[in-house]
């Protein structure tokens, strides 16, 4: 079993930058696909990224070109590089994990197993 612990959130103005961690125990996070998805006061949980075991990345709509999902495996670590942040982008972040790759389900939070306990970034405009 794997667990997971985010961390890097803050506040920052619009138009800054920020990277999220996510780092794994208990085992490699090359063996899992791992995701970020956000959520924020009243809604749903959405998709941010998220990066398949064999490295591929995806992005949600609302962040694509603006953020960048990688992976440190000497440092079983997942990273979400977001810049030109928005108000809109102000939410509980999270960290997950499962065990299989499978592209079209990656953006369904119900598919994962493993979460971590989410790190706040809140942008200030």
């Known amino acids: 079993q794997v667990q997971l612990v985010e961390s890097g959130g803050g506040l920052v103005q619009a138009g800054g930058s920020l990277r999220l961690s996510c780092v794994a125990s208990?085992?490699?996070?090359?063996?899992?696909?791992t995701a970020w998805f956000r959520q924020s006061p009243g809604k749903d949980r959405e998709f941010v990224a998220a990066?398949?075991?064999?490295?591929?990345?995806y992005y949600g709509d609302s962040v694509k070109g603006r953020s960048t999902i990688s992976r440190d495996s000497a440092k079983n670590t997942v990273y979400l590089q977001m810049s030109s942040l928005k108000s809109e982008d102000t939410a509980v972040y999270y960290c997950?994990?499962?065990?299989?790759?499978?592209?079209?389900?990656?953006?369904?939070?119900?598919?994962?197993?493993?979460w971590g306990q989410g790190t706040q970034v809140t942008v200030s405009s």
């Open positions: 997950a994990a499962r065990r299989y790759d499978f592209p079209p389900t990656l953006m369904a939070s119900m598919t994962y197993d493993y």
């Open positions: 990066i398949t075991k064999s490295g591929g990345t």
């Open positions: 208990g085992r490699t996070l090359g063996s899992y696909a």
